[in-house]
Structure formats: structure tokens, C-alpha cells
């Protein structure tokens, strides 16, 4: 029996940390784990022996911290012997409840909320420290770089105000790189600290060599690098706590979507007597068969099945569809749907971990945790660069000290080549090339997560659109009727007690339609019409008595069956059609749809421009989406398509090979979205979806969805460029820098001209249109 267990990791710092996690987890016998960095986690099935306490100890002895992410996901075997094996509400009544096979008493202890979120989305207190640091690193800087203020003893000014800096403030670069030194690896925080402090304790050295010999100024021929020292920490620092902040997001989508559910149920219970009662109790603890109320207005607690009543049930976080489904009895419904109008008396089919919803949230998380981390291009190079660095400035020293007898020369040599190769510009490299593209997104209303959706979005070949409220409006209107303006007035008079999206298009459309009427000096509008009798047929329409007219709204079918002759007449692709009859005579018909944006085409034919292929995805009727995809040019159509399979039409998608970006604005998106190359939401969609995603339109323009992908193909771009010239920058100055041939502070200045050159390069990205 495989059994399935979710670890919060925490000390991670970068894709070599995560990558070593998984590799100790998965030389355990029986254990296949996914170390998820952005997420922060490590998701591991055992199929052996190997408790809980034994991976979390895997984990600790590698040197990072972890727990259990609580509920523990298990099986359907183990779920259903656990409830068979526990009696109701067994937890609440005791306080305690029996490890499953597998667990230990520390897995009660050892936990963390649901949501896998750090209780403190700062743990390393990089804000505090920034502060800190820049306070005390711009005097240090400024007094270095201004030579007018080399005052008597001002090198002793700077070494106080540095020591905090690169100790304190800097270190969780050297706690990481700590760590990957006992791990047997390094990472760019290696290089961070192994800079950081041969700068420091060079410049203190010559600091208190000259002060123990009672020089005061600094001579010629001295130097101290404390602002470089500095300069590192602050800059790095900076980039780290935006890091850190996207990370400490990254289980948004998971939060969400759990919050959607119902909180409570009203169990319906029928005593000894035969007598029925009812009790408000906690949604989680409804069983099986279980049966429960939802009244107007409530979330349904549960999937389940109607056992009495009638009304229409709002699926749009599902379906993404705007109009609500009728239900009565025999229906299914699903969890966390709204029930909009009838009382209903529901009995549970599936609850807790068996639900739509949290099936959904398992998608999500598994879509975010199968999605692979990308080694950060830094870091890449960090593994084969840091070791490098390090031999050569050790072999520096050496062939000076040994083969020419200059130890003084040697060590000089060696500490210019830890200076040039200070890696400020390769940790410049992609902060400020995000922060650029960041800046210049947010004014075009264009959120992206990090670097790797940028990464995902330079190669991709294909788009998978989904329609409701990203490719059309998202809200229904009236397209057409055949009604005269007093019938459509009294039609909107009908409909105007009623909630239902198609009543709310026509009442617009008569409002509007009434504003727009010519009318005669001193008249004003007309009198409001007076309904009575209002009366919702579930499945049907509406009726309602108006100025003392029986007035009768809904499908054809509702009319002829109350005895309304309905005349034939032809159907308008992809609208709904509601007939109106008053005073039992038919007179007309209004067409409601929800209308294509007038941006969709164009935003379509660019995405072409760009070699992308078009696909819609669409809970929708097979006629209502090939109409709208007619209409804008879309190359591949897939309709009726549930909320659990567009997660499969993405994967499958790209098991053939293909790049993809969804794009979508749902709760019944957030799982492909997360599971796709690029997950693109739309910025009036819900909050699941926007935290599922990697890109975030804020003005659910579909004109931004092209924009977006050529910004991140320029950031990449940029990304590169900054990386290539930090990296050939030290390829060529280490072996100056050995030679003794370069003064310490050219060796500065090169590596200052080198940030410079990186976030001047950067600042390009601020004039992306």
C-alpha cells in the first residue's frame, strides 16, 4: 500500500538546496519524493516501512528543517479503514485521535497549517535586515567612493559600520553556505559569503595592522574593500526579500480554494419517534448518507444528491458559466456551489478529502509540485564557478608563496581574485532585470511571478484559452428580440423580483433601451409598472402578474405546456432564447448571450504573429463555443469540457509535446493553470485562479495576453545578456587578477563598471511597449 505524506521544508535557499533534499529523501527504500522550492515542500510517497519521523529526520540531517503538512493526504483504502475503525466526531469528543500506520506521535506535533504557508512569511528577516544594512552600508559606500572625505581614521569609521553589515546583516548567505558546505555542494550563496568575508577580514587586517601601528590615514599602496563587502550584502539582501515574498505566496492558490467550501451543513436527523429534527454542525463532519439543508443563498456543504425541492444551483466556480443550473429531485450537485433560490434537502454522496473541491485542490497541488524547479541560471553557473574561484585564489597564493617567495604578493593576489570575482553582478543579474520588467509590467497592468513563468513563456508554441470572462464578457446581455418596447418593458417588469443572470440581461436591456426613448418637454419617465404574484419555476422561467397581466417568461416548452401556441422560428447560434407570452398570447422572443470582448480577434491574430496556436477550452455547450471561435479565429475547439479534464486536456497537450500557456479567469481553471508551462489569469477572475497562475492580468484585457509573452521573452533576454557579461567579466579578469598584474582597487572598479553595466542594461526593459 502506497500512503502519500506532505513535508514543510524550510532553509531553502536556491535549486541546488531543493535538488539535495530530494536526492536524501529518495535514497530511502521505498521513497519517491518531489522537493517543490517555491512551495517550499516535499511531496513523498512510501511504499515501505520508512515512518514520518524518519523523513523528517532525513531532512534535518541534510541540514534543513522540516514537518508535517497537516491533514496527512492517504489513500482511499487507508481512509475508508480509518473512519470504519473511528467513531464520529471520535476527535472532538476526545481530544486525541490513533496514528495511522505509517505515523508517530511526533506527527502530531510536528505539523503545520493546511495551507503549507510559513506562519511568518519573513523567517529569515530580510526586510529588518535591509533596513539595517542600507542605514549603516550607504554611509560606508559613499565616504569609500568620495576621496575629498578620506578624513584621518576614516577606514576605522567604515570597518565599525561594516561589521554588522556582513555579519549580521548577511548572515543567511553564510548560514546557506554553511549548509552547502556540509553538504558537499555550493551554491551562489557559497560564492555571496566566501566574498563577503575574504573582502572583510583583508580590509580588518590591514585596518588594525595600521592602527596597531599607529597610522592613522591610510597609506599608498593600502586598501580596504569594505563598501564592496557592503555593497553585496545590501544589493543581494534586496533581491532575497522579493524572492522571499513570491515564495511565501506560492500556496495561495491551495488557501483559496480550501476557503471556498462550506463552513457549516444543517443535518437533518430523524428520531426514535419518527420525528425530524435539525442541528447546524461543522461541514467536515458529515458522513456518508448523511442528510443535510441548503436554503437560499448558502453554499452546498457537500456533492450529494437532492433528495426534495427545486431551484437552480450557481456553478460558475466550476463550470465558469454564468448561468445557474436548475436541480430538483434526483439531481447531483457539487460542494462549495451556490444554491440561489429553492430550499433543497441534499444527501451526502462524498465528503471531505472524496469531494470536487478538494480533489481540485489536490489537482492544484499536484500540478505545482509535479511542475519542475528551475535551476536558476546563477546558480548553475555558481556550481561549476564557485570551486573554480576558490582553487584559483588558493593556488594563487601558493605558486606566489612557494615558487617566487612573495607571500605578502601571494595573498595580495589572492584576495584580488576573490574581489574581482565578488559575484555583485552575477546576483545583479536577475533582480533588477525583474525588478525593471516588474515595474514596466505593473503600468501595463501585467503581474508576473517570477522568473521561471518568464522562462516558460519564450517557449511556448501553443494557448490554450478558456472563454467565460476572459475571451467574452463574462456576464449575460441581450443580443436580440423581436419584442416591441412595451412588451420588452413588461418582460423586464416580470423579470426584475428575480436574481438570475438571464432576468438581470433583460432588465438591462429594457432600462437601456428606456433611457435611450425620445421624449416630449415636461414628460418624464414612465410610470413603474406594479408586479404582484411573482413566482420562480425552477427549470422553466419565471411568472408574475404585471399592471394586472399574467405574464409568462421562459423556454418554449414552459409556454406550450401552459398552453401558449409558441410559433417556430430560427435559432440564433449560441444565445439563449426566452419567449414571452401575456395575458396567455404569445409576443416574442429575446435572445440572451454572453458577448465575444471587442478585443478578442485581435488578440487572437497576434498570438498568431507571434507562431502560437489558439486552442478554447470551454465548460460550454459544443454550439455556443464553436460560434465563438469562429467569430476570433481559434484553431482548435474543445467544449463541455469538465473542471477536473482541463487539467487532462493540458497534460495532454503536452505529452504531444507542446509548450502551453492557459489562460483562464475560474476556480474550474486554477488546476490547469497551475499545471500548464504558463498559467495566465485574468485579473477579474477569482482569487484561486489569479494565485494559481504565473502571470496576472490586471486589466482582463485579452490584449495583454500576447503583450505579456513578448515582455517575458524580452526579460529572459535581458536575464541572459546580464548573466553572460557577469560571467565573461570574471572568465577574463581572474587570470589579471592572479598575475599581480591588477591593483585592488581597479579590481574594484571593474567589478563596480561590471554592476554597473548589468543594471544599466536592466533599466532598458522600462521602455517596453
Known amino acids: 500500500m502506497i500512503r502519500e505524506v ?85 476527535a472532538d469528543q476526545t481530544g486525541n485521535t490513533e496514528p495511522t500506520p505509517g505515523e508517530t506521535e511526533a506527527t502530531h506535533s510536528q505539523t503545520t497549517d493546511t495551507d503549507g504557508r510559513d506562519p511568518n512569511p519573513d523567517p529569515q528577516g530580510y526586510r529588518k535586515r535591509l533596513i539595517v544594512s542600507a542605514i549603516l552600508g550607504v554611509p560606508v559606500i559613499v565616504i569609500s567612493m568620495v576621496m575629498s572625505w578620506h578624513f584621518p581614521g576614516w577606514h576605522l569609521l567604515i570597518a565599525a559600520l561594516s561589521l554588522p553589515v556582513v555579519t549580521w546583516g548577511a548572515w543567511p548567505f553564510h548560514s546557506a553556505a554553511f549548509k ?59 533581491g532575497r526579500l522579493l524572492e522571499n515574498r513570491a515564495k511565501s505566496n506560492a500556496t495561495k492558490a491551495l488557501r483559496e480554494l480550501i476557503n471556498l467550501g462550506a463552513k457549516e451543513a444543517l443535518l437533518l436527523e430523524t428520531g426514535s419517534n419518527g420525528q425530524q429534527t435539525s442541528r447546524l454542525i461543522a461541514a467536515e463532519d458529515l458522513n456518508v448518507g448523511d442528510v443535510f439543508q ?71 497541488a499536484r500540478a505545482q509540485t509535479g511542475r519542475p524547479a528551475a535551476q536558476r541560471i546563477a546558480d548553475a553557473i555558481s556550481a561549476v564557478f564557485v ?34 570575482a565578488c559575484p555583485c ?92 426613448a425620445p421624449r416630449t418637454k415636461g414628460s418624464g419617465s414612465a410610470e413603474q409598472p406594479v408586479v404582484t404574484d411573482f413566482d420562480n419555476i425552477p427549470g422553466g422561467g419565471v411568472k408574475a402578474q404585471v399592471n394586472g397581466h399574467e405574464v409568462l417568461l421562459g423556454t418554449s416548452s414552459l409556454l406550450t405546456s401552459r398552453g401558449v401556441q409558441v410559433p417556430a422560428a430560427d435559432n440564433h447560434p449560441a444565445a439563449t432564447e426566452v419567449a414571452v407570452a401575456v395575458d396567455g398570447a404569445f409576443r416574442g422572443r429575446v435572445w440572451v448571450a454572453d458577448t465575444v470582448k471587442d478585443a478578442a480577434k485581435a488578440t ?117 545578456q546580464n548573466l553572460f557579461w557577469a560571467f565573461i567579466y570574471n572568465v577574463l579578469a581572474v587570470p589579471i587578477a592572479a598575475s599581480g598584474q591588477l591593483d585592488p582597487m581597479i579590481a574594484g572598479a571593474a567589478m563596480a563598471f561590471s554592476s554597473v553595466f548589468v543594471v544599466l542594461n536592466s533599466l532598458r526593459l522600462l521602455r517596453f511597449t
Request: aromatic letters at 2%; glycine letters at 8%; a negative charge.
Open 425 to 516: 553582478a552575477l546576483g545583479l543579474a536577475t533582480p533588477t532585470a525583474l525588478a525593471a520588467s516588474s515595474g514596466r509590467g505593473s503600468q501595463l497592468g501585467i503581474l508576473v511571478s517570477g522568473p521561471q513563468a518568464m522562462e516558460s513563456a519564450r517557449t511556448l508554441d501553443t494557448v490554450v484559452l478558456d472563454k467565460t470572462g476572459t475571451l467574452t464578457e463574462g456576464r449575460m446581455r441581450v443580443v436580440s428580440h423581436d419584442l416591441s418596447s412595451a412588451d420588452l418593458l413588461i418582460a423586464a417588469a416580470a423579470e426584475a423580483p428575480s436574481e438570475h443572470p438571464i432576468s438581470r440581461a433583460i432588465v438591462e436591456e429594457a432600462a437601456r433601451l428606456d433611457a435611450e
Open 604 to 720: 487572437v491574430d497576434e498570438l498568431h504573429r507571434l507562431g502560437l496556436r489558439t486552442v478554447l477550452l470551454t465548460g460550454d455547450n459544443p454550439v455556443s463555443a464553436q460560434a465563438v471561435a469562429d467569430s476570433i479565429g481559434i484553431d482548435e475547439v474543445h467544449s463541455g469540457v469538465k473542471p477536473d479534464d482541463k487539467y487532462a486536456h493540458v497534460r495532454a497537450l503536452q505529452d504531444a509535446g507542446r509548450r502551453v500557456a492557459m489562460v483562464g479567469d475560474g476556480v474550474n481553471d486554477a488546476a490547469a493553470l497551475a499545471g500548464a508551462d504558463l498559467g495566465v489569469a485574468m485579473g477579474t477572475g477569482t482569487d484561486v485562479a489569479i494565485a494559481a497562475s504565473d502571470i496576472t492580468l490586471m486589466r482582463s484585457d485579452p490584449k495583454q495576453i500576447p503583450q505579456a509573452i513578448r515582455l517575458s521573452h524580452q526579460t529572459v533576454r535581458t536575464i541572459k
Open 6 to 90: 506532505d513535508l514543510a521544508i524550510t532553509g531553502m535557499t536556491c535549486a541546488s538546496c531543493s535538488s539535495r533534499v530530494q536526492k536524501k529523501l529518495n535514497r530511502l527504500e521505498g521513497v519517491e519524493a518531489v522537493v517543490n522550492l517555491p512551495l517550499n515542500s516535499a511531496h513523498v510517497e512510501v511504499s515501505s516501512d520508512v515512518t514520518d519521523d524518519e523523513l523528517i529526520s532525513v531532512v534535518e540531517k541534510t541540514g534543513y528543517g522540516a514537518s508535517l503538512l497537516h491533514p496527512r493526504r492517504a489513500t482511499a483504502p487507508e481512509a475508508e479503514a480509518a473512519n470504519a475503525a473511528k467513531p464520529k466526531n471520535s
Open 180 to 238: 552547502a558546505a556540509r553538504g558537499g555542494a555550493s551554491t551562489m550563496d557559497t560564492l555571496i559569503s566566501v566574498g563577503v568575508t575574504t573582502a572583510t577580514l583583508y580590509s580588518l587586517w590591514t585596518t588594525v595592522t595600521l592602527a596597531a601601528a599607529g597610522h592613522w590615514a591610510l597609506p599608498p599602496g593600502s586598501h580596504v574593500w569594505f563598501e564592496a563587502a557592503v555593497a553585496v550584502t545590501v544589493f543581494l539582501l534586496a
Open 387 to 420: 570551486p573554480a574561484i576558490l582553487v584559483i585564489a588558493l593556488a594563487t597564493l601558493l605558486v606566489w608563496g612557494l615558487v617566487f617567495s612573495a607571500w605578502t604578493d601571494g595573498l595580495h593576489a589572492a584576495v584580488t581574485v576573490l574581489v574581482i
Open 294 to 364: 441548503v436554503r437560499p443563498g448558502e453554499s452546498i456543504a457537500a456533492d450529494g444528491t437532492v433528495l426534495t425541492g427545486s431551484s437552480a444551483v450557481d456553478e460558475s466556480m466550476l463550470t465558469g458559466e454564468p448561468v445557474p443550473v436548475d436541480v430538483s429531485t434526483g439531481s447531483k450537485v457539487t460542494g462549495a456551489t451556490m444554491n440561489t433560490s429553492g430550499t433543497l434537502t441534499v444527501r451526502a454522496d462524498r465528503v471531505g478529502a472524496d469531494t470536487t473541491l478538494a480533489e481540485m485542490s489536490r489537482l492544484v
